[in-house]
């Protein structure tokens, strides 16, 4: 099967207004969105669209059936017309109408893999999903970046296959963007992401960057190598790493409150609420008029 899971290292390391490096270690799932049936009668840790230890639920990710907060300009009518308002729309047609109201079609037999944490005893937060889409002969299309913060809300970010470039012989998805989204306390929302995402194998590389101008201000990684996606596996990393949603939100708050220690200027969520763009499951704070 095309699905497994990855021992990840991550980190993170500002590099200005002032220093504040840390890392830690976790799992992620990397689900082929095809193979979600055989997973639900294979495995019996992992849940999908169920509630158990771990679970996998559809309805946690893409959220295109609602219009975009604050749309920019230049974005396409959301919902994307091919996508059925009910419901039930698997996560992976959500996935490739998305793509094709951004200008990038998938041939049929296209395939689509997620690197994602699970849910753990029900509760679920992801501070970012990836989506890897190839060609039904595994050449690369796209990949998409599902940003979560800790308000709820969501932005996904898309790279393209113009995006796509061969480094070193790697394929990588390269795109630097300006956010329009409030992340951080410590990131005001017009600095630029910089991804770096290389379809996954027998190694995970994903890198996204904080720019202000040229000056980068924020550096983080995700490394990890591959495992089978099997029960043991998962009963195994569920005790070597337990809780990690909870641990990875409490992680989010521990270096907040070192990074106000240290000083380091923090931006309102409110301050500017017309420049947050193209998100879903809006803040209340984002609820005054944010027209131009």
């Given amino acids: 099967m095309n699905s497994r899971i990855y021992e990840c290292h991550i980190m993170h390391a500002r590099l200005h207004p002032k220093a ?24 019996r840790i992992l849940r999908i669209n169920s509630s158990g230890l771990l679970s996998f639920r559809d309805r946690d990710y893409l959220p295109v059936l609602e219009p975009a907060h604050n749309p920019s300009p230049a974005s396409p009518v959301s919902p ?4 059925n308002p009910s419901s039930n729309q698997p996560l992976k047609a959500r996935v490739l109408a998305y793509l094709a109201l951004h ?15 699970p849910r753990v005893l029900g509760y679920q937060f992801n501070p970012v999903s990836f989506y890897f889409i190839t060609k039904p002969d595994g050449t690369p299309l796209a990949s998409i970046a599902e940003v979560t913060n ?32 409030y992340v951080s306390p410590f990131a005001d929302v017009d600095v630029a992401f910089d991804f770096r995402l290389r379809p996954p194998g027998e190694r995970l590389a994903l890198q996204i960057d904080d720019y202000i101008g040229p000056l980068r201000t924020l550096l983080t990684t995700v490394s990890g190598r591959p ?45 500017r609420a017309a420049d947050q763009r193209d998100l879903y499951h809006p803040h209340a704070s984002l609820n005054a008029d944010t027209r131009p």
């Fill in 227 to 271: 495992r089978p996606l099997r029960d043991r596996t998962l009963a195994w990393f569920s005790l070597k790493y337990p809780l990690i949603t909870l641990q990875v939100i409490g992680a989010i708050h521990w270096q907040a409150l070192r990074l106000y220690l240290k000083n380091v200027p923090w931006f309102a969520k409110s301050a």
């Fill in 20 to 43: 504040h490096r840390f890392g830690y270690n976790l799992f992620m799932l990397a689900l082929d969105l095809d193979e979600l049936p055989e997973l639900a009668r294979r495995l």
């Fill in 103 to 117: 200008g990038i079609p998938s041939p049929p037999g296209s395939r689509v893999l997620l690197v994602t944490l």
């Fill in 150 to 181: 800790t308000f709820r809300e969501t932005k996904p970010f898309i790279l393209g296959p113009d995006r796509l470039h061969a480094a070193g012989g790697t394929p990588t998805f390269r795109r630097r963007v300006t956010k329009n989204f």
């Fill in 80 to 83: 994307p017309a091919a996508i």
